[in-house]
């Protein structure tokens, strides 16, 4: 018998899939609020203006196409540790911190958790509940089993904060407990600092392993206050992962300019920890793509450059709250009587919108309007163009039966 013959089509990809039959789907009033990625007003997904200096300094300058090394060049790693811990960070100085440049967050994701497997080969991993659809995906793919702590809310839209503590607290030493450091993904509910701070002294108490995911970092608040549930658990424990991604704040998605940083107890521990690291990389993908990592890189070299790329985050941040306050409004100017107040809060690209998954599947179906199974919403898919017709399609999906 052939290999392939017995095989039937695997099932889409919960994400990636959407957009596929998106791009099929011949209605011109189309929305794809679906994959995390940003649009701009015009429905554009637009090169940053810095970026695209920079990679003009790249065409004149770049001066080799020879491999990087296992875990990517020097400069990139310093600046990502320099983002994610701020400059001048103690654990940086004590050089308790290493970091491997990754294809994508993804990519940071899944070598940490090779790693992992290696040194906890019977670990249990903590997702929160619920979380990116990937995770699950990642971690079973590593080989390790996986639970769910309790997250979000449904009924007043926030954290399940007594739930999600109890929880953490009965996690066995030496598991795994993944967590979104800002613009938590899907439900967009973040932790406040005093909330990150009981997490820390639970991972410090219990001694299980936090396994940071920093993908949207200056989507929520800004740079620095995105950041400080990272430094709240550095503060505390002696060691974690983050994986981190310019995917989105450089809107370098297609470049898959990512990271895995590690944390060790000491220098000496972190440099042998990376050593493996290293072997792990070698072995999936032997180093990185360096296209992503350049500009990342040229860009925070050069004051003016950072700048010009902080404003366009910054931008970025304003439009996605705009969007989230002109749906609000557009929800109740068509007589929807669910308070959708809570659309304004939450954090990042997206927006748990409380649809159901017969909803969903009737926006999709009927108004060409594609939104992930879970009622997840790409809130920086809306623009001023299709704001209106989106409104008018929610509020009829949402009308009582009858
Ligand atoms: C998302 O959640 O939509 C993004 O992180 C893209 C992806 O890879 O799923």
């Not at 990679?55 to 196409?65: G, P, W, Y």
């Not at 040194?119 to 249990?124: C, I, N, Q, V």
């Not at 769910?148 to 030493?173: C, F, Q, S």
């Not at 623009?383 to 009308?399: H, V």
Request: charged share 20%; proline share 5%; glycine share 10%.
């Amino acid at each position: 018998m052939n290999l392939f013959d017995t095989l039937t089509p695997a099932p889409p990809d919960a994400i990636l899939g959407l957009t596929e039959a998106f791009k099929a789907d011949e209605r011109p009033e189309k929305i794809n609020l679906g994959v995390g990625v940003y649009q701009d007003d015009q429905g554009r997904t637009p090169v940053m203006a810095s970026v695209k200096a920079a990679e003009k300094v790249l065409l004149e300058t770049e001066s080799s196409k020879s491999y990087l090394s296992i875990g990517g060049a020097p400069d990139y790693k310093t600046h990502v540790q320099r983002l994610l811990l701020g400059e001048g960070h103690p654990a940086l100085h004590a050089e308790r911190v290493r970091t491997a440049h990754t294809p994508g967050g993804t990519g940071g994701l899944r070598v940490g958790a090779e790693l992992l497997k290696q040194l906890r080969p019977d670990a249990t991993v903590w997702l929160s509940d619920p979380t990116w659809a990937n995770h699950r995906g990642i971690f079973t793919a590593a080989g390790f089993r996986v639970e769910v702590y309790p997250y979000y809310d449904a009924a007043h839209k926030g954290l399940n904060e007594a739930g999600m503590m109890t929880a953490l607290d009965g996690v066995p030493a030496d598991d795994i407990v993944l967590l979104h450091v800002c613009c938590h993904n899907p439900t967009g509910v973040d932790l406040t600092e005093a909330q990150w701070s009981a997490v820390g002294r639970l991972a410090a108490d219990r001694r299980w392993t936090p396994f940071l995911d920093f993908a949207y970092q200056g989507l929520g608040v800004d740079l620095e206050t995105d950041r400080r549930g990272l430094l709240a658990l550095v503060d505390q424990v002696p060691e974690l992962f983050v994986a981190s991604s310019f995917s989105k704040n450089f809107g370098l998605y297609r470049e898959r300019t990512g990271a895995l940083s590690l944390m060790a107890a000491t220098a000496s521990a972190a440099t042998a920890a990376f050593s493996h690291l290293e072997k792990t990389i070698r072995v999936l993908y032997s180093n990185p793509p360096a296209h992503g990592g350049l500009i990342v890189t040229t860009v925070l070299n050069d004051p003016a450059l950072r700048e010009q790329w902080e404003a366009e985050v910054a931008t970025i941040r304003e439009r996605i709250q705009s969007v989230r306050s002109a749906l609000v409004v557009g929800l109740k100017e068509r007589g929807v009587d669910r308070d959708f107040s809570f659309i304004e809060s939450q954090k990042g690209m997206f927006s748990f919108s409380g649809l159901t998954d017969s909803q969903v599947a009737f926006l999709r179906e009927q108004k060409g309007i594609y939104i992930v199974k879970g009622g997840r919403i790409n809130v920086a898919g809306i623009t001023s163009g299709n704001l209106d017709y989106l409104c008018d399609a929610l509020a009829e999906a949402l009308k009582p039966a009858g």
